[in-house]
């Protein structure tokens, strides 16, 4: 049985599907942008700290892969 929350889905992909690739790079980054204001107010701290919270949090639990680890000096 789908649900109201399958069809919202399924209307959003096709909606995202249709976008040239720049109008989905500007969606994207104008996603991130509302994530970042609503952390930010959420935490009570300004954007520029909830941007480096965030990509601090982003890289936790990640591993560095061997071609770019030969890269470091």
């Given at each position: 049985?789908?649900?109201?929350a399958?069809?919202?889905?399924?209307?959003?992909r096709r909606?995202?599907?249709a976008l040239t690739p720049s109008e989905r790079?500007?969606?994207?980054?104008?996603l991130g942008d509302d994530?970042?204001?609503a952390y930010a107010a959420t935490h009570g701290v300004g954007e520029d700290e909830a941007r480096r919270v965030l990509g601090r949090t982003r890289r936790i639990g990640r591993?560095?892969?061997d071609?770019?680890?030969?890269?470091d000096p």
């Open positions: 049985m789908r649900s109201v399958d069809d919202l889905g399924d209307e959003l909606q995202v599907a790079m500007a969606l994207a980054l104008r994530d970042v204001r591993v560095r892969s071609c770019i680890e030969s890269l």
